[in-house]
């Protein structure tokens, strides 16, 4: 199985490569994301580690049963050969009804097949008023004419 694009990135495979890795959290279907990642994916996420896809996948299930109403934008940052950063922010509620958004680094490393092998992360978050959201999407897919991070001064 490959999962294009495929490395080494040129500019336009890696933002496409960013594009399809944003559409896929934002369904918020983890065994469906999971499988963009190689079956002994390494994973660093705040103060989680995943040593496989099956971690990864139990972790993502974890995160979307408490951050409700998830939303995400993912921007590249920097790629070379085989690797890509990224930054992004998302939004969620918790079970209580507060409002946050998250905002982070992360740094990816490609097998030959477009899997991710590793994936670090590093995320802050603050609490914002329901009123200060600005991803109002409809639960899914970011709609191509909906700003990115810069266009929203993120």
């Known amino acids: 199985m490959t999962r294009p694009p495929l490395p080494p990135f040129t500019r336009e495979s890696a933002v496409e490569k960013v594009r399809l890795a944003e559409d896929g959290w934002n369904s918020r279907d983890a065994a469906k994301v999971a499988l963009a990642y190689t079956p002994d994916t390494r994973w660093r996420n705040r103060v989680d580690f995943a040593e496989n896809r ?76 329901e009123e200060d959201r600005k991803f109002r999407w409809p639960l899914g897919r970011r709609p191509d004419d909906h700003p990115g991070l810069s266009d929203l001064g993120l």
Do not use: C
């Open 54 to 129: 099956d971690q990864a996948q139990a972790f993502l299930t974890r995160k979307w049963k408490t951050e409700l109403d998830y939303r995400l934008i993912k921007e590249l940052w920097a790629f070379t050969g085989n690797r890509i950063a990224v930054r992004y922010a998302y939004e969620y509620r918790n079970d209580s009804g507060q409002w946050f958004r998250a905002y982070g680094n992360e740094n990816w490393e490609f097998a030959e097949d477009g899997l991710m092998a590793h994936r670090h992360a590093s995320i802050n978050e603050m609490p914002i008023r």
